[in-house]
């Protein structure tokens, strides 16, 4: 993927942010969570051209600011690295909150109708607008995005992308069967579909592809293999599909692939396990599968709103990061089935989940499997998910008294992890003041 030209010679006027500064710069599943967390309490960070240029205490860097240096202050907040959202349909935007069904039913009935209306280019760009403006509002950064199965859909959001100069990576849905017609595609016609797309768009600016193959309820064992070659074509790019979220869509898998060993298996027969592949849900995920999923690097996204709400199970966060073969996890919001935008909502339910499992998940691994965690699983930390200098500078300021309760209970959070927790639990796109994106406020 294109990043600015770090060993030019820097152009662009210098922008400081000063306030509370909050990132990590380790795991915390890993290691201890109070080493993990840096918290600068009056901090600056310094962005020009697109990346942080530097970092550190107020105190320090400023005497050293660069001249022509314009700094904003904000002295009530709190300034994170842009959250990153692993799992989203943007062309679900409109059917978010559909009542009654489960997923296999859900998809029928909410799902497939409205991805068939992107077959419209101009319907496409103007969800694109509406879903980038919503991952805006709520602080995101970056996202890893399903489009529907026509490339109109993927050029419309990477065209409103590109001119938000956004880190945003997304593909062309394939899937072959178990769909309606206007969804259905071919083995062949989505490699060549996928093929073209990737050529014209990854890379460009801050966009990457992912090959995108539903799930393999909706793809052929022709057109899973035919992804799996176009992968091992380009290593470069992601994939990115769905597993083991609903009981009764794990079952029918295994009706459809008896000679395989499981759900994840058949994505590793097809070839697409690896660094850079990404797997929503995981709910149901059985330990040779964790196991599986350590060794290659693959990555999982965690969407607990969308499992709530589907009534899919509550994903085991603990037993994935576990400290023996631990797997990358990133979150998700899963839009139309999860049902906020907000990465800090999710934080919220991911701590629910937990709950329902018996664990209890601190604001300091929420925020990192929101930030750092997701970049991880994104293959992008050498880019994204820390306020570190070197990297692109996608900043979110959050307003801890966004509302007469947030402003009530967070006057007496007596630590920073209280205070994410407390955000975490009551925050929404009401908290998130101003988003930065590439060093420029959106
Ligand atoms: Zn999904």
Not at 99 to 113: C, I, K, N, V, Y
Not at 260 to 265: F, I, T
Not at 305 to 314: E, I, K, P, R
Request: hydrophobic residues 45%.
């Amino acid at each position: 993927m294109a990043v600015p030209d770090r060993s030019a010679p820097p152009k662009g006027p210098p922008r400081v942010l000063r306030g509370a500064l909050v990132w990590l710069r380790a795991d915390p599943f890993l290691t201890d969570p109070a080493e993990a967390l840096v918290h600068v309490p009056d901090g600056a960070v310094v962005c020009r051209d697109g990346l942080i240029e530097a970092v550190g205490d107020w105190a320090d860097l400023k005497g050293r600011l660069p001249d022509g240096a314009a700094v904003t202050h904000y002295p009530d907040a709190l300034i994170t690295p842009g959250f990153i959202d692993c799992h989203v349909h943007y062309v679900q935007t409109e059917m978010i909150a559909a009542f009654g069904s489960q997923l296999l039913d859900w998809l029928e009935r909410h799902a497939f109708p409205a991805e068939q209306a992107f077959a419209d280019p101009a319907h496409a760009a103007m969800v694109a607008k509406v879903f980038c403006d919503e991952l805006v509002r709520n602080g995101t950064t970056t996202a890893l995005v399903f489009c529907s199965s026509h490339p109109q859909s993927v050029e419309a959001l990477f065209a409103e992308a590109l001119s938000r100069d956004m880190r945003l990576i997304a593909g062309k849905t394939m899937m072959d069967r178990n769909a309606p017609d206007g969804l259905r595609d071919t083995a062949q016609g989505s490699y060549d579909d996928s093929k073209a797309l990737l050529e014209r768009w990854h890379g460009r600016g801050r966009l990457g592809y992912a090959i995108t193959p539903r799930f393999a309820g909706s793809s052929t064992p022709e057109q899973l293999a035919l992804a799996g070659a176009l992968w091992s074509e380009r290593p470069d790019v992601h994939v990115h599909s769905h597993i083991s979220e609903n009981l009764e869509e794990i079952a029918w898998i295994k009706n459809l692939y008896p000679e395989r060993s499981g759900y994840l298996d058949v994505y590793d027969h097809a070839g697409l396990v690896g660094p850079r592949a990404l797997f929503a849900h995981g709910v149901h995920l059985s330990e040779g599968e964790f196991c599986r999923c350590h060794e290659t690097g693959a990555a999982l996204a965690h969407c607990p709103t969308s499992n709530m709400f589907l009534g899919s199970g509550q994903f085991r966060v603990f037993d994935a990061k576990r400290s023996d073969r631990p797997v990358h996890v990133g979150l998700g919001t899963d839009i139309g089935a999860g049902t906020s935008f907000s990465i800090l909502a999710t934080m919220g339910e991911a701590y629910k989940a937990a709950q329902l499992n018996k664990t209890s998940l601190d604001a300091v691994k929420a925020l990192y499997l929101a930030t750092l965690g997701g970049a991880r699983a994104l293959g992008l930390e050498d880019r994204i998910g820390a306020i570190k200098a070197g990297n692109e500078a996608d900043l979110v300021v959050l307003d801890p008294k966004a509302t007469p309760l947030l402003k009530f209970r967070t006057e007496r959070a007596r630590s920073i992890e209280e205070l994410l927790f407390v955000l975490m639990t009551l925050g929404d796109d009401r908290v998130v003041r101003e988003t930065w994106i590439a060093g420029a406020k959106a």
